[in-house]
């Protein structure tokens, strides 16, 4: 119930393209699903989060997709550059827990 | 640059030893967080404290040990260190006890000979 299941592994898109991330979850709790993007040698730093209560998320050329029936969510990249080359991480957490739960990442590459 | 900072970035040691890996919090953050990350794996949860208290637990060895300061910085203590130890520690930090927006170190990296 604690899992957070990410697809795809990789990815690889050309400049320009649409790469859709996509995670699930069991835990009906959960309130808070951030994205995470992490670059080589780096930590990794919140991209874009959402709440349960809307459906959609924009920021910039980052959008996350929520369904709560289905306890799925997604990031898509629109106008992907290849400095969006990096790990995706989604995740999820609720108000009254103390642990945030990641997905197991997905590697991107956009070909220039 | 997330404000949070770790030593040493990298650490390498051999089977059986003991290391100690520092954090030092954001400014104004309460909470601290350790997560391992294995070549290849996700961002597995280990423990986090807030303001000096043990708050949660997550897939943590019980060779593993850590613990939060009075001026807020932590350490991580991996003892009795094997071959799988290898792996990326981070740590993160966060304003309050609930997590939300969580902010990373750049990690240390871990070499078990």
């Known amino acids: 119930q604690q899992q957070v299941k990410q697809s795809p592994q990789s990815l690889i898109v050309q400049k320009g393209g649409i790469p859709i991330i996509n995670c699930a979850y069991e835990n009906t709790a959960f309130d808070y699903f951030p994205w995470y993007q992490q670059f080589p040698g780096k930590g990794p730093a919140l991209l874009i989060a959402?709440?349960?209560?809307?459906s959609e998320k924009k920021e910039g050329r980052f959008t996350i997709s929520f369904n709560k029936s289905a306890k799925q969510f997604s990031l898509h990249i629109m106008d992907s550059q290849p400095g969006d080359s990096a790990t995706y991480f989604c995740a999820a957490s609720n108000g009254g827990g103390f642990k945030t739960i990641f997905g197991a990442g997905t590697r991107l590459f956009v070909k220039a | 640059d997330s404000g949070v900072t770790q030593t040493p970035k990298h650490l390498i040691t051999a089977t059986g030893q003991r290391v100690t890996l520092r954090c030092s919090p954001r400014?104004?953050?309460?909470?601290v967080y350790w997560y391992q990350q294995s070549l290849d794996q996700g961002l597995q949860f280990l423990i986090q404290?807030?303001?000096?208290?043990?708050?949660a637990k997550g897939n943590i060895l019980e060779r593993f040990s850590a613990q939060q300061f009075p001026d807020l910085h932590s350490e991580l203590n991996l003892s009795s260190l094997e071959l799988g130890d290898s792996a990326l520690y981070f740590c993160?930090?966060?304003?309050?006890?609930?997590?939300?927006?969580?902010?990373f170190g750049e990690g240390s990296r871990l070499t078990v000979l």
């Open positions: 400014s104004g953050d309460l909470s």
């Open positions: 404290y807030y303001n000096g208290e043990e708050r």
């Open positions: 993160a930090s966060s304003e309050g006890q609930y997590t939300g927006e969580l902010f």
């Open positions: 959402i709440r349960p209560d809307v």
